[in-house]
Structure formats: C-alpha cells, structure tokens
C-alpha cells in the first residue's frame, strides 16, 4: 500500500473475525465501517500530497528534458526569476515560445535556466 499513514491506520483499527472463516479455516482481520472511511480519507490526502509536491517541483537544467519536449522554464534575471514556456534544444540551449534564448551556464551568462517542469 502507498499511502503509510492509512496502512499504520488500519493495522491499529483491524479486529479479529475469527466467525469470519474463508476455505481453509483462517480467521479474517476486518476493520468498521468508519475506520475504513478513515483510510480511504488518509490514502487520498497522501496521493494529493504525492501529485501536488510532483507538479511543483524544478527539475535540475543539467538533468535535461527530452529535445522538443514542451516544457516551463525558470530563468535567473537580476530583478526576479520569470517563467517561460519553451522547449530544450541541441547544447544547452533553451528557447522560449517567443524566441529568447538562454543557456543553463550560470558562470558565464547573466540570465540563465535554473529550474524546469514539464507540462501536463
């Protein structure tokens, strides 16, 4: 199970069901049905979590993304870091929609890739 905290959830909330016999003869653990509503609730906020921390994150300019992928690019500009829709061309060369260009090579450029994201 991905989700820890309703896995932790259930394990402390199951009961015996020894009346509950499969087959061959072993007792099933069940839980209520509020306990099960409970780790349903928890699992569902662990994914959110999973999705909203996958979606917000920079991914490193030197671990680059597919050639042609269409992706967000954070740029470093004195001032501020603006955001560019672009895509990752040959070298390191990144172009934006508008047709700016910039390099991921902090020591010699001024305004430079610091993070991307791709898409979805």
């Not at 992706?71 to 470093?76: A, D, E, S």
């Amino acid at each position: 199970m991905k989700s820890e905290r309703a896995e932790a959830y259930i394990n402390a909330n199951e009961m015996d069901a020894a009346y509950l016999v499969d087959k061959d003869g072993c007792g099933w653990a069940v839980i209520g049905i509020h306990q099960a509503r409970k780790a349903v609730e928890l699992a569902e906020q662990e994914a959110e979590e999973r999705v909203y921390e996958k979606l917000t994150r920079w991914n490193d300019p030197k671990n680059r993304p597919p050639y042609g992928l269409w992706v967000l690019m954070k740029v470093f500009r004195i001032g501020g870091e603006p955001i560019y829709a672009g895509s990752f061309e040959l070298g390191n060369v990144w172009v934006t929609e508008g047709g700016l260009v910039f390099t991921d090579d902090a020591e010699n450029d001024d305004e430079y890739v610091v993070g991307w994201r791709e898409i979805l």
